[in-house]
DNA sequence: GGGCATAACTGAAACGTTTCAATTCCTGGG
DNA sequence: CCCAGGAATTGAAACGTTTCAGTTATGCCC
C-alpha cells in the first residue's frame, strides 16, 4: 500500500549526479550554483514528481510552517459571522507564503490555554491566530508569558502589549447614529452586551459618541444589556416598546444582526413595522441579513482584511522581521437597507 | 528568543538516569519496563514539562498525525449551512485521536487536486476527508488513483468505490412530502438543482418517491429546477404562482433553506402567507431558519454524527484497520415549524 | 555449577532534510 | 611554475524521535 510516494532528496541527487547537499542548494536558492548543475538538479526533481518532506524540513529547521487557529464552539441556535469567511481568508493569505493553517477545537471546559500548550511544545506550529478574544483572555496571558508568536484577531486587556487586529467597533455605531439621526431620529436606544464583552463595550461605546456628537441626550431606559441571542434581542425590545410614548425609542442600534432580527420579530409581534415604525441596525451583515423582511441595515466588518493582516503580522513575527504597527484597526462599512427608514413623523 | 521550550528526550533520559530508548519505551509503552524505572523516568518528563516533538516523531514513523480538510469559498450573499459545525466535529474527534485537522484553501481556479497532491507528497497529512463532493469528483479520481487514504461526506459517481458517509437526502424529501400530505396537500411543488448536482437529484428524486407513495401524481410545471441562491428561489415561487389556479401548488418543497427564504420572500410579495396559503418545506436546519417569520419547516442532517462517523472511518484506514462499513448513511429530522400548514381549503 | 531462557535495558541506525566545514578545481598574479 | 583565492561542490553532522539488535543481569533447570 503505497500511501503518498515519497521520492527522496537522495534519488534526486543520484539521479542528477550530484551530491543531496547540492540538490538542497539549488531547491532553496541557498548557496551559488552552476547553471548547468542547476538545470540538471532541477530537470531531475521535476522528472521524478520531488517535494521535500515538510516533515524532515520542519525537524531540521525547527519550524513547522503551520499556524494553529482555534475553532469555537457555536450552540445550534446561533451561528457565528465571521469564522467561516475568516478561516478561508487566513488559509489563502498563508498558503501563498507557504504556511498551512492547523485547526484545532477549544474545549468547552478545562483551562483554554492547554491546547495551545500542546501545540507549541510538540512543535506542530510556529505561531497561533486568536480570535473570540476577552478582557483578560488566558490564552493571550499564556502566550505572552512564554513569548510565543501570536496576533489576536480582537483586543484585550488595555496593559497588555500584544500585535492584534480590530474592526473599530465604535466607529462602527457610531456610523450608525449618524444614519439614524441624519433620517431625522433623536430616541434612539440601543440593545447591548453584559458588561464583561469587550467588543460589546466598544460598541457601545461608539453609540454614546455617536448620540454625544449629536447633541443627543440619552435616556438610560435606551441602554439594555442582555445576551447575545434571538430571544435576548427580541425581549429588549420588547422592554423598550413598554416605555412611555414620549420616552419611546424610534430607532435602535444592536450590537449583532441575530438580536436585530429578535427585535424585528418583537416589533412584528407588536403589530409594528421594521424600517417604518421603529428602525432597526443590525451589526455583522450576515449572509441572511439582505433577505430579512425589511433587509437589515447593518455594518459590515472587512473579514478578509482583518485575514490578510493578521497572517502578515504573524509572519513577520516568525520571521524574527520587525513590525511596523502592533495595532490595527480597520473599518467597518453601513449598509443601507430598509429596515432603517425616517422618523415616522416625518413620513405621515 | 526562547520559542516553545524545547526540552529533548535526551534531557529526560540523563535526568532519569536512563537511556533515550528506555524513555521512549516507557512513554510508548511499546516495551516492558520494571515500575520503578519507569515511574522515574515519567516524573523526569513531567519535571521537565516534556513532550515530544511531533516534528521528529513524524519523521521517523512517516506519519503527520495530521487529517487535511479544503475549505471552501462560500460567496457573500450565500452561507454554507454545514462547513462550521462540520469542521468543528472533526477537529474534536480528530484530537480525541491524537489528530490534528489542517484546513486548505480549495483555490478557485486550477485543478482541483492540486493541493491534495501537495500536501500528499510533502508528507504533512496522513489522510483526507472531502466534502462538497460531485459526481465525477477529480479530487475523488486523483486520491483513489494514488490509493491514499480518503472519506466523503457525500458521494460521487456511483462506479466509484470508495468510503463516504452522507445523509439520505431522498429519505429527507420523502419525509417532507409524507408531512404534507398527512397535512392535507396534494398539490405539492419542488423547487429543485440543476441537473449535474447530485445532492440535488437524491432530494429530487425523495420528492417523487414521496409523491408516489401517497398515489398523487406529480405536473411536470411542479418540477422547477434552478440554481441554489435566493434570488432562483424567489422566481421559481414565482412561477409557480403564475400557474393556472387548479394547478397552483399549495406546498412547495425546496432543496434548501436559502432556496426557501426566497419563495417565502416571493409569497410576501404576492400579498400571500407562507403557512398559511401555501406551505414551505426547506432543507438544512441553519440557525435563522427558527427565527423567520414564520418559522421555518426544515430537515436537520445529523452534521456532528457525520463528522464523528468521517473520522473514525478514515483513522482506519490511516491505521491499515478493516472498515465495517463503506457506505454509510444518515438519517436527516424533519424539523416542523409553523412554514407548512394545513391544506388551505380545510382552514376555511 | 554450567548453560540457557527471560527480563530489563542500551547503543546506534534510520527517518529526510539543511548547513557547516572541508575539499576540489580553476584562474590569475607574481 | 607555484601559490593564493575564489567558485563550485561534497561529506558528514545535526534536528529529535523510534526501534532493531545487542548486551547485561537474573533466575531456573538439570
Redesign the interface.
Known sequence: ??????VTIREVARRAGVSIATVSYVLNESAPISEETRARVLAAAAEL?Y??????R??RA?Q?H?IGYS????P?????PI???F??SI??AA?AEGY??????QPADGDPWR?YQ???????V?GFILSETNRDDPRIRYLLD????FVAFGRANEEWDFPYVDVDNAAGTRMAVEHLTALGHWRIAVIAWPEDSLTGSYRLQGYLEGMAAAGLSVDPEWIVRTEHS?AAGRQAMQALLALPPDRRPTAVVTMSD?MA??AM?AL?EAGLQPGRDVSIVGFDD???A??L?PPLTTLRQPIAEVGAKVVEMLLRLIR?EPLPERRVLLMPRLIVRESSGPHPSSGG
Open positions: 500500500m503505497p500511501r503518498g510516494n515519497s514528481g517535494r521535500p518532506s515538510a516533515l524532515a520542519g525537524l525547527r513547522s503551520t475553532w469555537h464552539h457555536v445550534r441556535d446561533r451561528w457565528h469564522l467561516d469567511p478561516l478561508y488559509a489563502q498558503e498551512h493553517i492547523l485547526t484545532f477545537a491546547p500542546e501545540l507549541m511544545l510538540t512543535g506542530r510556529d512564554h513569548n510565543f508568536p434571538e441575530l432580527i429578535g420579530n412584528y450576515v449572509p441572511m439582505q433577505y423582511r524574527g
